[in-house]
T-cell receptor, first 114, second 116 residues
Framework: AQSVTQLGSHVSVSEGALVLLRCNYS??????LFWYVQYPNQGLQLLLK??????LVKGINGFEAEFKKSETSFHLTKPSAHMSDAAEYFC????????????FGSGTRLQVQP | EAGVVQSPRYKIIEKKQPVAFWCNPI?????LYWYRQNLGQGPELLIR????????DSQLPKDRFSAERLKGVDSTLKIQPAELGDSAVYLC??????????????FGPGTRLTVL
């Protein structure tokens, strides 16, 4: 079975600062990894995904993440935070092409200070 | 293209009352998921449908929860009777599952249930 751990339930950064949200996974086979963003009272929106190929993946809104198999990590980064980035971020994993459900982490709430 | 539609968006009921949630997936998507998101946590799968067949309902509390997906399109999730612990956001997602390819799940806005 797979699992996801997100370190830090709350992260606060200043506008313009680096954003780093941490995600570690546990999986017996090569996983597919995802980052979703959730704004208040809205559903989840896919930011980026890793399935196969290049381990550094770029997503929407300037976010990117790097799959590091040796560290079982998939941390999300953005060079410069914007006020509009304030939201809840979820890391998720699945073991196949999406037929099965996603296993989500508990989420990290990002606050951006002016 | 319309996204996943859910209704109602909010529901407040007293414990022991029944409640139902409705989901209309993206047109053409053959797979539908119901997730429950408790406060401060990530979503957890309740049930997954491939067309009209429930293929993974191991996390669905079958004593009080039921679901159906008529004609492989719309789906309804029901709770009867509701308990205080059922207060959560219920998310519906859909995807077009094709063999050998990644299939993104698209999420609806959810139904926020409050049980008093």
């Amino acid at each position: 079975a797979q699992s996801v751990t997100q370190l830090g339930s709350h992260v606060s950064v200043s506008e313009g600062a680096l954003v780093l949200l941490r995600c570690n996974y546990s999986s017996s086979v090569p996983p597919y990894l995802f980052w979703y963003v959730q704004y208040p009272n809205q559903g989840l929106q896919l930011l980026l995904k890793y399935t196969t190929g290049a381990t550094l993946v770029k997503g929407i809104n300037g976010f990117e993440a790097e799959f590091k198999k040796s560290e079982t990590s998939f941390h999300l980064t953005k060079p410069s935070a914007h006020m509009s980035d304030a939201a809840e971020y979820f890391c998720a994993v699945t073991l196949d092409t999406g037929r099965r459900a996603l296993t989500f982490g508990s989420g990290t709430r990002l606050q951006v200070q002016p | 293209e319309a996204g996943v539609v859910q209704s109602p968006r909010y529901k407040i009921i007293e414990k022991k009352q029944p409640v139902a949630f409705w989901c209309n997936p993206i047109s053409g998507h053959n797979t539908l998921y119901w997730y429950r998101q408790n406060l401060g946590q990530g979503p957890e799968l309740l049930i997954r449908y491939e067309n009209e067949e429930a293929v993974d309902d191991s996390q669905l509390p079958k004593d009080r929860f039921s679901a159906e997906r008529l004609k492989g399109v719309d789906s309804t999730l029901k709770i009867q009777p509701a308990e205080l612990g059922d207060s959560a956001v219920y998310l519906c997602a859909s995807s077009l599952v094709l063999a050998g390819s990644y299939n993104e799940q698209f999420f609806g806005p959810g139904t926020r249930l409050t049980v008093l």
